[in-house]
């Protein structure tokens, strides 16, 4: 099929043990493209409202973008999608490395895996034979001593992403894990694998991806990689590729800024930043790793040869991880951070949600919430990263408090009481990653209206606020980081644009703000003049995933944050900082007003069906 699709999706049945290949849904992947737009649209389908995440009846979708496997630049993503044991609401999460692409290879835009297996199994793809295989030999192994044996048994060019210990034992935060850290992390997809019994998915193929304009293609990559990637001061520098920081980069502003979550988000700066920031992570760094099609290589692989985490290997240090385990937990030590985040990999849990509960339940202690019987012993003050340690492996065991926090923030607060709810970050059940809103509040409205629950990746007005500038597809909207208006516009743009290019294939961090590069790569893939309309399509996946979550329960009481970002002033550079309620509400109204969504935020059926998909009303009880 030569457009970028492979015109096939495989569906694995874990309690029949059987496989069998359909059709793609053609008019789908016109509507949506591929990655979390179709994936949400074939959920959409496949999980009735009101399953149980970790049921039988739950299902996973990994689909591919019609940009997976070619020669486009930064394209190497898949989007697994699930029904999140955190948020219990649809939820996805991106992956990078080579298992995209290996997938198109062996054949598949994507695959639904359903049922659940009587034993522990893994399943094999190699080319148009699928197995279902005994994974008696790997079930209880981490994360990376799975891939080894897997990769071992079936050859290193075997593609691998496995789940470790803390999906086994249902953590609502463990995730799927590929190429020894890049990590499917945010939701629990871990746990929702564990729940089937399925330890990994090994896929190697021998295929190649066709597209509509091959000479169309190689000409327009070579011409972004010169003009907007490497060849392009300005891109380089802003992330800082060319000095080897990638997103690590971030720590300096978001430290200088104010917004750089400290001790639970109780201050928006670190006193400690500069050991743990970027020029020290480069100290430790062995080489930088680069994903499928990727002439830039962001992420750095950590192989610590001293000091009492001697042996730790991290196969990919970020930001968010960095922050979340770092200075929201007040930790200073850098190799600490690197052995939480370790443990984070082998085990198989999200970075961002482990990091944020440690720093919650710190927060407890110090408050006199936990005593040290509810921990264990463990004296849990911030700064305490052997404790942390500690800890973190409780949790990805579910031993004593760590069984409390292995639920996430949301359930432990709830569970603990005595007020911590109050200070809880989460928004729909999922913890907040490394940006305090209090800094510019449009970002507590991008967290708020995330489809999937509290997280950046859909809409991130903060570095344009901060700049007084605005974003793709807003108008030179102008915006003041503590004032509401023109944030609801801004949002709504960053959502449709965070979409369509999270459905291509394409990376965050590859056309930052270039529209034409990204839809004319698209085009010339696909053929198709229409996937050009980044607007139309993104629009179309933010209402599909809000009609999913509005049959689950999902409204504007949801729509909300964490109550302490209301009521205390972020201490730090950010002098007097805080969202204030009506700001808040001035906000989602009219984000809502821009959506055309009711009171409540439910699409109406007019906007359904200007998006071509007014089946969603119909289908929406289920």
Not at 426 to 443: N, S, T, W
Not at 463 to 482: H, M, N, Y
Not at 517 to 542: F, H, M, N
Request: charged share 25%; glycine share 12%.
């Amino acid at each position: 099929m030569a457009n970028g699709y492979t015109g096939k999706v495989l569906r694995v049945n874990l309690s029949t043990g059987k496989s069998s290949v359909e059709p793609l849904n053609m008019d789908w992947a016109r509507k949506y493209l591929g990655c979390q737009g179709l994936g949400v649209r074939y959920m959409f389908d496949e999980l009735a409202p009101g399953v149980d995440p970790l049921g039988p009846d739950s299902k996973i979708a990994v689909f591919n973008g019609p940009l997976t496997g070619t020669i486009a630049p930064c394209s190497p993503k898949y989007t697994i999608i699930f029904k999140a044991p955190l948020t219990g609401i649809i939820c996805d999460s991106t992956g990078g490395g080579y298992f995209g692409a290996e997938l198109k290879y062996a054949g598949y835009d994507g695959i639904i895996i359903e049922g659940k297996s009587p034993k522990p199994v893994y399943v094999l793809i190699r080319d148009s034979r699928v197995e279902l295989l005994d994974a008696g030999r790997i079930w209880g192994k981490d994360v990376y001593t799975t891939t080894d044996m897997l990769k071992e048994w079936w050859g290193d060019d075997a593609k691998v992403v496995a789940i470790g210990p803390a999906g086994e034992r249902l953590v609502r935060f463990s995730c799927v894990v590929t190429e020894y850290g890049k990590a499917n992390a945010r939701g629990g997809g871990g746990a929702v694998f564990g729940s089937k019994n399925l330890k990994a998915i090994a896929v190697k193929g021998t295929g190649a991806v066709e597209v509509a304009d091959p000479k169309g293609l190689m000409e327009l990559s070579k011409k972004i990689i010169a003009e907007n990637l490497v060849g392009n001061p300005d891109q380089a520098q802003w992330f800082a590729w060319k000095g080897g920081e990638g997103t690590i980069g971030i720590m300096d502003g978001a430290n200088e800024f104010g917004y750089l979550p400290t001790r639970n988000f109780r201050e928006g700066a670190f006193e400690d930043k500069k050991s743990i920031d970027s020029a020290q992570v480069k100290k430790i760094a062995k080489k930088a790793k680069a994903c499928f099609s990727c002439p830039m290589g962001c992420t750095h692989h950590i192989e610590l040869d001293r000091g009492k985490y001697k042996g730790t290997m991290v196969g990919s240090f970020e930001y968010e991880s960095i922050a979340m385990l770092g200075s929201d937990t007040g930790i200073n030590d850098l190799l600490a951070i690197a052995k939480l985040n370790e443990v984070c990999n082998n085990y198989g849990m999200d970075t961002i949600s482990a990091g944020n509960t440690i720093a919650w339940a710190m927060d407890c202690y110090e408050r006199g919430i936990l005593t040290k019987e509810d921990t264990g012993g463990l004296e849990l003050n911030f700064g305490n990263s052997d404790a942390a340690v500690q800890l973190l492996e409780k949790i990805g065991k579910r031993e004593g408090l760590g069984n409390i926090l292995a639920e996430g923030t949301a359930r432990a607060s709830r569970q603990i009481g005595k007020g911590s709810e109050e200070f809880a970050m989460q928004v729909k059940g999922m913890e907040l990653p490394a940006y305090d809103p209090r800094v510019a509040i449009g970002m507590g409205l991008a967290y708020a209206i995330c489809p999937t629950g509290g997280d950046h990746r859909r809409a991130h007005p903060m570095f344009a606020a901060l700049t007084g500038g605005w974003w793709l597809g807003a108008d030179q909207v102008k915006l003041d980081p503590r004032r509401p208006e023109n944030f609801a516009q801004v949002v709504v743009a960053q959502n449709h644009w965070q979409a369509y290019r999270f459905s291509t294939g394409h990376c965050d961090f590859g056309l930052l703000e270039t529209a034409w590069g990204l839809q004319d790569l698209v085009s010339v893939c696909t053929g198709w003049p229409e996937t050009a309309d980044w607007r139309k399509i993104g629009e179309r996946i933010i209402n599909t995933y809000r009609m999913c979550s509005v049959r689950e329960g999902i409204s504007r009481k949801d729509d909300t944050l964490p109550p302490i970002l209301f009521k205390n002033k972020v201490a730090g550079p950010a002098k007097d900082a805080i969202i204030d309620p009506k700001d808040f509400e001035y906000m989602l109204n009219d984000y809502y007003r821009i959506r055309g969504w009711d009171s409540n935020g439910k699409p109406s059926l007019k906007k359904l069906k200007e998006l071509g998909i007014e089946e969603l009303a119909e289908k929406r009880r289920g």
